[in-house]
């Protein structure tokens, strides 16, 4: 009777070990599928910019362009990029707002590389209901004091030029992985004495996929989608129709990387690259390619309600800056 009893105890122990041994052979190839994965994300934001960056072009004075410079200082920190992050912005992904957390109010101040420039931003968003978010924000890009001039040496005073937008944004979250969002926009432009208006409408969705490391997410925006015309002295432009594509992973505990694909009906395919690392809970640092193939870097301070964040952009002969300061409520 012993003898059974220990050979029945050995069996149990054995079962156990190849169960044990089973279990660290499932951990060990799902640590392998990660680092592989993280990996192969590396890899992509390596070499994504030697791929796309001879399809990028210039501006060249596009309507809009100044909504552009309206993303806060740790998404400039990262190229720009953003649309599939759920902070990104109303201008950028208005589906984010879905997902605020409290009342956040946000101001923003850019330090541009041409004189008598100031630009600044006011944002403010809050969750309404259980699955409801909206949002507002006002962009004013200012020129002050530019020289008139009616021939090459020949000056005859100086003029301003004020253009600002008034963007309201609506998102509802339709599952904890989920949302949509839309932006309307009012925008304004005061060149010298000849002021023009104008107004369109910028959808998002966004979804986040809960991983094992984080989140990963895809997003995606379509900007201007009327196609709004502007008239002016000179005649008439229309809005640029936009759309971006946006992916962003944690590869590894406490990297973010994010990737957006941008084309436009007046450009060629663009591309905005970022990462973040936050080695302690309080400090981000950042680093990016934006789609006019310059070099972006950022840092960011949080605490319990309030971030800090400070972002630099490359320039042919100059650098710009940004510095954010949210408040949460």
């Known amino acids: 009777m012993w003898d059974v009893k220990c050979r029945m105890q050995n069996a149990e122990c054995g079962m156990r070990k190849q169960k044990t041994s089973l279990t660290q052979q499932c951990e060990e190839r799902r640590v392998g599928r990660e680092y592989r994965a993280s990996f192969l994300w590396l890899l992509v934001f390596l070499l994504l910019p030697a791929v796309v960056c001879a399809e990028q072009k210039p501006d060249a004075g596009q309507m809009e362009y100044f909504l552009k410079l309206a993303a806060n200082a740790r998404t400039l920190g990262m190229g ?65 004091g530019a020289e008139k001039r009616t021939g090459m040496y020949e000056s005859s005073g100086t003029f301003d030029d004020q253009q600002m937008a008034l963007g309201l944004g609506l998102a509802r979250s339709f599952s904890p992985r989920l949302s949509a969002g839309l932006t309307l926009k009012a925008i304004q432009q005061r060149f010298d004495k000849e002021t023009t208006s104008s107004g369109d409408i910028d959808l998002g969705m966004l979804y986040q996929h809960p991983l094992r490391r984080g989140r990963g997410g895809l997003g995606i925006s379509l900007q201007n989608i009327l196609g709004s015309t502007v008239k002016h002295v000179a005649g008439e432009d229309k809005m640029p129709q936009i759309i971006m594509v946006g992916i962003a992973c944690h590869p590894i505990d406490r990297m973010l990387l994010a990737v957006d694909i941008k084309k436009s009906d007046k450009q060629a395919i663009r591309l905005h690259l970022g990462g973040e690392y936050s080695p302690f809970d309080i400090l981000s640092l950042r680093i990016g390619y934006d789609d006019q193939g310059y070099l972006t870097a950022g840092v960011g301070i949080r605490t319990q309600n309030t971030t800090i964040d400070y972002g630099l952009q490359n320039h042919d002969y100059k650098l710009s800056h940004r510095v954010s300061v949210g408040v949460m409520f």
């Open 80 to 144: 720009a990029s953003g649309v599939a992050c759920k902070d990104a912005g109303i201008f950028h992904n208005p589906a984010g707002i879905a997902w605020t957390q409290g009342k956040h109010l946000q101001l923003m101040f850019a330090v541009l590389p041409f004189p008598d420039t100031s630009y600044t931003l006011l944002s403010y968003t809050q969750p309404v209901g259980k699955n409801w978010g909206i949002g507002i924000g006002v962009p004013v890009l200012k020129v002050t």
